[in-house]
T-cell receptor, first 114, second 115 residues
Framework: DQQVKQNSPSLSVQEGRISILNCDYTNSMFDYFLWYKKYPAEGPTFLISISSIKDKNEDGRFTVFLNKSAKHLSLHIVPSQPGDSAVYFCAASAGGTSYGKLTFGQGTILTVHP | EPEVTQTPSHQVTQMGQEVILRCVPISNHLYFYWYRQILGQKVEFLVSFYNNEISEKSEIFDDQFSVERPDGSNFTLKIRSTKLEDSAMYFC?????????????FGQGTRLTVV
């Protein structure tokens, strides 16, 4: 099942710089997208979401961009901090037809170096 | 801050045995979910539960799996006859509404090891 793909298994960034995490999807029924962060031995923690009627959503240092025509979304973290080091999952929902089912990508390990 | 709690944190069981994984969702949430993550693989949806019945389930959620909300606070996942391939981290989640409107909050997970 490759409906949601995160093609970069890992990303390494210097503290203070921008981190850009990418996600592609194939299912046209997806209309709601979320980013989760996960530390070892913990469950995923919600970060930010975007509905398909928008192309951008910001929350503090986190911004998610959605390009529906390209079926691509990205998460920007500015400025990056060492505490941001974690696994980041992109997830998608076909809201109108689904009772909360999230389809996850494989995750990208972000390492922010001091 | 309210959180989803799961017990136990680690469960080891023999193949063929029944296991019950327990979850206490956030108290005012109405939608409940189970996901699993096999080591090195994606987080996969198993089932969603609303109004005391299954709303949606994946092809993974076959007859050996069942869910229950026995007492209005706990939400359980039962695996009737465990197989080696059931070894995974199991996450419970809950949300106020369908995920379209609010995010799902995840528990810390139960690591199930089938030997």
């Amino acid at each position: 099942d490759q409906q949601v793909k995160q093609n970069s298994p890992s990303l390494s960034v210097q503290e203070g710089r921008i981190s850009i995490l990418n996600c592609d999807y194939t299912n046209s029924m997806f209309d709601y997208f979320l980013w989760y962060k996960k530390y070892p031995a913990e469950g995923p923690t919600f970060l930010i979401s975007i509905s398909s009627i928008k192309d951008k959503n910001e929350d503090g240092r986190f911004t998610v961009f959605l390009n529906k025509s390209a079926k691509h979304l990205s998460l920007h973290i500015v400025p990056s901090q060492p505490g941001d080091s974690a696994v980041y999952f992109c997830a998608a929902s076909a809201g109108g037809t689904s009772y909360g089912k999230l389809t996850f990508g494989q995750g990208t390990i972000l390492t922010v170096h001091p | 801050e309210p959180e989803v709690t799961q017990t136990p944190s680690h469960q080891v069981t023999q193949m063929g045995q029944e296991v019950i994984l327990r979850c206490v969702p956030i108290s005012n949430h109405l939608y409940f979910y189970w996901y699993r993550q096999i080591l090195g693989q994606k987080v996969e949806f198993l089932v969603s539960f609303y109004n005391n019945e299954i709303s949606e389930k994946s092809e993974i959620f076959d007859d050996q799996f069942s869910v229950e909300r026995p007492d209005g606070s706990n939400f359980t996942l039962k695996i009737r006859s465990t197989k080696l391939e059931d070894s995974a981290m199991y996450f419970c989640a809950s949300s106020e509404d369908r995920v379209l409107d609010t995010e799902a909050f995840f528990g810390q997970g139960t690591r199930l090891t089938v030997v």
